[in-house]
């Protein structure tokens, strides 16, 4: 039986769940996960395919994940698949995706775009919640996809060919941004004294080590890329921004794992 890896970013934790999902139905095939924010990185040789999963960041992945990718170890042609959640429209995000793991030597055999609840906090505190993302169809198709990736990494299979990833009319036509809208969007942010209790977690959370707990959480607006996940982990809601301050967080994960059935 063939052994696979995927290596995924998850803010809030929903990339995370769809992955858990795919390993979950994965019957021809074992699967490790690996999230990207943890450091050292793997050894790659045990494994015969690889998975990139991400979510959508104004219709793009974020930058932790293009520099986590541009530090792997060049491939020849080894086989990969592509994972995008997002709630509304992901873009290019697996297109770009896809032109980051083709650079560094992997072959991309397909992918897919899971729909998730809304985890962006100023559209959440407007009431843009897609609670019921994703809908059967999407379930459903995103099990066929499960079910080729395990004919393709079937163990007597043939090694798989490059697959042609294919976005809708929309999303083609949508802008690409620059990697810096999220920060700029996100604004300076700021720390409730009466309610911070110095837990630590966004430091702890923080992708881009733009955190630091002193006598309380300082943030590096330089290293900062916007991604909020220390306000939507923050469980005093003491982090605040010029735009935003206590609502807005994420709340759908719970709903989304039951979804999945996970």
Request: hydrophobic fraction near 30%; glycine fraction near 6%; charged fraction near 25%.
């Amino acid at each position: 039986m063939k052994i696979g890896l995927i290596f995924y970013f998850s803010g809030t934790g929903n990339t995370r769940h769809a992955c858990q999902y795919i390993k979950k139905h994965m019957t021809n095939a074992v699967l490790d996960l690996y999230d990207i924010t943890q450091g050292e990185l793997p050894d790659l040789n045990p494994y015969d395919f690889f998975g990139f999963a991400s979510p959508a960041d104004w219709f793009d992945p974020p930058l932790v994940v293009k520099t986590f990718i541009e530090k792997l170890p060049q491939q020849n042609d080894k086989s990969a698949f592509l994972v995008n959640t997002c709630a509304g429209f992901s873009g290019k995000s697996l297109k770009t995706l896809k032109s980051w793991v083709n650079d560094q030597g992997f072959k991309v055999v397909g992918g897919f775009t899971l729909k998730a609840p809304e985890s962006y906090p100023p559209y959440v505190a407007k009431g843009v919640t897609k609670e019921k993302n994703p809908v059967p169809k999407n379930i459903s198709q995103f099990n066929n996809f499960i079910s080729n990736l395990n004919k393709l990494f079937f163990q007597n299979a043939t090694e798989p060919q490059e697959g042609i990833l294919k976005i809708g009319l929309i999303d083609y036509l949508l802008p690409r941004y620059p990697r810096n809208k999220s920060k700029i969007e996100m604004g300076k942010k700021y720390i409730d004294d009466t309610k911070c209790n110095k837990c630590g977690l966004c430091q702890s959370v923080c992708p881009y080590k733009s955190v630091t707990l002193n006598e309380k959480p300082d943030f590096n607006e330089e290293k900062c890329n916007g991604c909020w996940v220390c306000y939507n982990h923050c469980k005093q809601k003491a982090i605040y921004t010029d735009k935003i301050r206590d609502k807005g967080h994420y709340q759908g994960l719970e709903k989304y794992k039951q979804k999945l059935k996970l």
